[in-house]
């Protein structure tokens, strides 16, 4: 089955864009328009446009590594807002409008650097888990911008 799938495979498009490893993507559809999200090495956070073969939007906000990015359905479904959150190493989960292209939240709390984040499959996306090198794993509040839950426990990164 395996050599089936891999021998029909094609490749459909290569974005560029990103000076070192990519560490995180998503996918979703916003408005009808079909976007990847990707974070890097380099410090940012690249917004791309399926449909059109671009880069949309480069978000540089980030002193160190991005490691995990991810669309936001609870910002679309309560607000139509066009919303990418990402983790980076500075310890920070951020919250960015990228089609109006400003910042709307900072979730702080980790005390080492966050590698990665996943929104919950229920009430549209409204509560957030990430999972840092300080050996923990939180769970937060969107909407509120709290930290509902701290599990520790974990011995090693």
Do not use: A
């Not at 309560?78 to 109006?100: A, E, G, M, P």
């Amino acid at each position: 089955m395996f050599d089936i799938f891999r021998s029909s495979s094609k490749l459909i498009n290569t974005f560029t864009g990103h000076t070192d490893s990519v560490w995180s993507i998503d996918y979703s559809t916003f408005d009808d328009c079909q976007l990847i999200c990707s974070g890097s090495d380099d410090n940012t956070v690249r917004v791309w446009d399926v449909g059109n073969n671009k880069q949309i939007r480069s978000l540089n906000r980030h002193s160190i590594y991005v490691k995990c990015v991810r669309f936001s359905s609870y910002h679309y479904h309560n607000n139509r807002q066009h919303v990418i959150c990402f983790s980076s190493y500075d310890k920070t989960i951020r919250f960015w409008d990228f089609k109006h292209n400003k910042q709307l939240q900072i979730l702080n709390g980790h005390t080492n650097g966050v590698r990665g984040i996943e929104f919950s499959p229920f009430n549209c996306g409204k509560y957030l888990c990430s999972v840092s090198t300080d050996k923990t794993i939180r769970l937060w509040d969107v909407e509120t911008s709290k930290s509902l839950h701290i599990f520790n426990g974990h011995e090693r990164n």
